[in-house]
């Protein structure tokens, strides 16, 4: 059995409050796991913990308590993040670089030189749809263009495991959608995706598990489908039924002509859910 992409087991992190004799809880006893080839949604209000959790994970912060493990490595550990592909919510360019300058750059830091560079930059440019403005200065990109090469640096090296740190902050509509494209491309491939968004209706579409986090605590974790479902109804889908027919339920419809098409749990929005475990 594979290892899972992420192992987060009794994660603790305190900080000290300077001039005061208090401690600060960022992350309280965190335990979850995501396998290979999900996509995984972070999700919690303001101050919830997940931007100390994807820290700690990236290794840039110890923990207090615990153990991080990618794909069966220690994350401390430099050698756990050769596959791992990073994009923070703000992400700093040099504006001066042009599309491709700036993938070149990243790819030397990866090692990569020569014809492969040159090779991987055409490639990615072409994933992130901008082989157009490969040669314009970054410091002349819209915000949703910026995401996008800062996508296309996340994957120079081929990673397994992409981490994405609100992508879509301040992105247009259409920039968006091109992003939440990207991201199920990137499913397809079969790499790793983890999520944290505050956009509730794009990780319901994309996510296949989420955990939320509220006070640092994991207050719901599992799959989205049954954690929205909403347990005291059924709702029932008929096709080639006549008006009359539906009034009669499930009971009557074979008698009838009629096939079911359907029988599941009708579900509330992301949004809503949220709401409620976190209010």
């Given amino acids: 059995m594979p290892d899972?992409?992420?192992?987060?087991?009794?994660?603790?992190?305190?900080?000290?409050?300077p001039f005061k004799?208090?401690?600060?809880?960022?992350?309280?006893?965190?335990?979850?796991s995501v396998e290979p080839g999900q996509v995984y949604g972070l999700l919690g209000p303001n101050g919830s913990g997940k931007s100390t959790t994807m820290k700690i994970l990236l290794g840039l912060v110890?923990?207090?308590?615990?153990?991080?493990?990618?794909?069966?490595?220690?994350?401390?550990?430099?050698?756990?993040?050769e596959e791992v592909g990073y994009l923070p919510e703000n992400p700093y360019f040099y504006k001066y670089l042009t599309g491709e300058e700036t993938l070149h750059f990243y790819g030397k830091l990866c090692g990569l030189r020569?014809?492969?560079?040159?090779?991987?930059?055409?490639?990615?440019?072409?994933?992130?749809g901008l082989e157009d403005a490969a040669d314009r200065r970054l410091g002349?990109?819209?915000?949703?263009?910026?995401?996008?090469?800062?996508?296309?640096?996340a994957l120079v090296q081929e990673p397994r495991l992409l981490v994405l740190d609100e992508p879509t902050a301040g992105v247009d509509p259409a920039g968006s959608r091109d992003i939440r494209d990207l991201i199920l491309q990137f499913k397809t491939r079969g790499i790793?995706?983890?999520?944290?968004?505050?956009?509730?209706?794009?990780?319901?579409?994309?996510c296949d598990r989420v955990g939320i986090l509220h006070k640092g605590k994991l207050v719901r974790e599992g799959e989205l489908e049954k954690l929205i479902a909403i347990e005291n109804q059924t709702q029932l889908i008929f096709e080639n039924a006549s008006p009359e027919l539906l009034a009669r339920f499930e009971a009557e419809a074979a008698a009838c002509g009629a096939r079911l098409v359907e029988k599941s749990k009708p579900h509330a929005t992301?949004?809503?859910?949220?709401?409620?475990?976190?209010?």
């Fill in 4 to 17: 899972p992409a992420i192992s987060i087991q009794n994660l603790t992190k305190i900080y000290p409050i």
């Fill in 192 to 206: 790793t995706v983890l999520l944290c968004s505050h956009l509730l209706g794009q990780v319901q579409e994309i």
């Fill in 140 to 153: 002349g990109y819209s915000k949703g263009m910026l995401q996008r090469i800062g996508m296309a640096q």
């Fill in 62 to 81: 110890p923990a207090t308590r615990g153990q991080t493990h990618i794909f069966g490595r220690d994350s401390s550990f430099v050698e756990s993040r």
């Fill in 114 to 128: 020569g014809e492969p560079l040159r090779r991987r930059t055409r490639e990615l440019l072409h994933l992130v």
């Fill in 270 to 279: 992301l949004e809503r859910f949220f709401l409620e475990v976190t209010q």
């Fill in 21 to 32: 004799r208090e401690r600060l809880t960022a992350v309280d006893d965190l335990t979850l």
